[in-house]
Every structure is written in C-alpha cells, then in structure tokens.
C-alpha cells in the first residue's frame, strides 16, 4: 500500500477516536488542512463517506464504523511494530552479527568482545570468522573487521592501528643459518611465503624501501594460507617469514622472535572496525565505542621504532659472541 494511503487510513482513526480532526491532525504533528486532504482522499479511494461532519461535530458513518472495525487491528500491530523496532534499537540487547578475519580475531578482538558480553548479556553474538573478504550487505554484518586496505563505500570505517609487516627469524634459524645484511640477500634463505585467500596466489613480500613500497618475489621454502602454521614453522626455526605485527609483536618481545631488516618494515595497511550506517543498533553503536576505546593507536599489536632496533640489535649482538667463541674455541684446562 501507498505510503500516503497509509497516512490517510491512521489519520482516519485518529480522528475516530478523539472525534475531532483537528486534534487528530495535531496528534499527527500535521496540519488542519493537510488532515482533511488525507481523509478526502481516503473517501475518494474507498468511495464512501466514512464521517458526518458538521461544524461542531463529527461521527462515524456504518461504512466508517466498519472500516475501522477491519482496519484497526492491522493498525495496532503495525504500531507494535514500530515500537519494537524503535525499542531493540534503543536497548543494548538482541542479536549482534560480527565479522572478521580468522587470523586477527582470536588474538585481537576476542578479549574485547569477551568484555561487551559480560557488560551486555542480553546481547546475542554472532560471530562469523573468514579471511576472504565477504559481503557485508548479503552477510547481514552489524559490525565488521578488516585488515589491509580500507573497506569499500557504502559502509562507516575506522583504522584502529596501523598492521606492521615485520621480517622474523627464531633464534635456532639465527644460529644455523645467519641474518641477511640487505634485502638482496633474502634470496639465500629458506623463506616461508602466505598464498592469498582469496586469489589462491602466493604474496610477495612487501618492504618499505627509500619511502617507497617495494614488493619481493621469493622461491618460498614454505607455502601456506594459514597464518598459524606460518608463524609456528617461523618459531620452530625451519623459515623466516614476513609476520604482521598482530602475531610477531608477543614473540619478539619474549625473545622467541627476532626482527630482521627492521628499517623495511613498513605499515601501509591498517585494522579496520566498519559499520552500515549511523542509525545502527544501539548495542552495535556500544560495541563499535568498547572497540574504539580499547584499540585505538594500540601500542600492544604495534612495535615501536626503538623495540625492534632494540631487539635486532641484541639478536646481533649474541651473533658476534657466538661467531668469536666459535672462532677461539674452548679455552685450554689449566
């Protein structure tokens, strides 16, 4: 039915119930006039009358009363509704469609959306993990993540910190096989290269290179789509791989990892939190601020300048006292 139709027939039962038009006009926020074209519309459409009129009064005709009579229980539960729509979006309550990538999401936003659950219990998550990028209009998503480059138009965004790509090698792969001194020299060690979800093609390294991005294509000694296996294959000491800062930064400052070539790093891309629309449900609108407040410019998935020279610096540094204890051998017995 018309939108207009639909004015009319509330408008007509506004003005049923408190027998004036005028006062149904004033209840519907509208016009004397505007109120009187909607109900003579109404009339013209059904051809009937539906009210006597006279100057001072105004009452139901049998048509009138009978088109109320069908009318008005279509009415209420259209204003039932309505409220309940109005009402969900309101409470901090109701379901909650959350998506992101697999890799970021337990380490990440796991502890975050752990907190907005014990905050909001009546809130119902629905969490769906993919590092293919999908459809947040076909998947229904309240609230979306994303690392890499910012989401398309037609949704809201935000970058939360910036996604390092670090080079990484254990300290076992360190100790048998040495650090490159140059990026040139990556094509001598056993490199572990991520295929890409969603092309299936295995990436390049990325390195940020005089300001400009340079991307390296290397013979991989592993090849995997899965983050988690590259980063244990990388602490296991069997690669060196090029790590978001997400997985490396714990490690590296555990000592598990060390970083190499630390002045390429780069961070062009970034974690992203993205929503459709400011009138958004107030419990996506809540968990969208926890998020916010919680990772924005977070100094735990991000390292610092001065932490990762630190930390190559002394992976260095027990390289040269390995290479000279080496070089002099055991000390002689007394």
Partial sequence: ??????????????????????????????????????????????????????????????????????????????????????????EIAGPLRIAGPRSTFLPVLQPVLDEFCTHYPAVQADVQLNDHIGNWVMDRVDVGFRTGTQPADGVIARRLFPLQLIICAAPPYIARHGMPATVAELVAHRCSVYRHPNTGKPMPWTVR??????????????????????????????????????????????????????????????????????????????????????????????LSTQELNAAQSRAKARTRRSSAAKRTGPSPRS
């Fill in 1 to 90: 039915m018309p939108i207009n139709e639909l004015r009319a027939i509330t408008i007509f039962a506004k003005a049923a119930e408190l027998g004036s038009l005028r006062q149904a006009a004033i209840a519907q926020g509208i016009s004397p006039q505007a109120a009187s074209q909607a109900l003579a519309q109404l009339e013209h459409f059904l051809a009937v009358r539906l009210f006597h009129r006279t100057t001072r009064n105004m009452a139901l005709t049998d048509a009138g009363q009978q088109f109320l009579e069908a009318a008005q229980p279509g009415l209420i539960a259209l204003q039932k509704a309505v409220q309940g729509v109005r009402s969900a979006r309101e």
């Fill in 209 to 302: 290179a005089s300001g400009n991005l340079v991307d390296y294509d290397l013979a991989p000694t592993l090849c995997t789509n899965d983050m988690d296996l590259e980063l244990q294959a990388t602490l296991s000491g069997q690669v060196m791989a090029q790590l978001t800062g997400i997985m490396a930064a714990p490690h590296i400052r555990a000592g598990r990892l060390v970083p190499i070539l630390c002045e390429h790093v780069c961070d062009h891309l970034g974690v992203y939190v993205y929503y459709g629309s400011r009138a958004a449900p107030l419990r996506a609108r809540a968990f969208v601020e926890l998020v916010v407040e919680r990772l924005l410019a977070s100094p735990v998935h991000v």
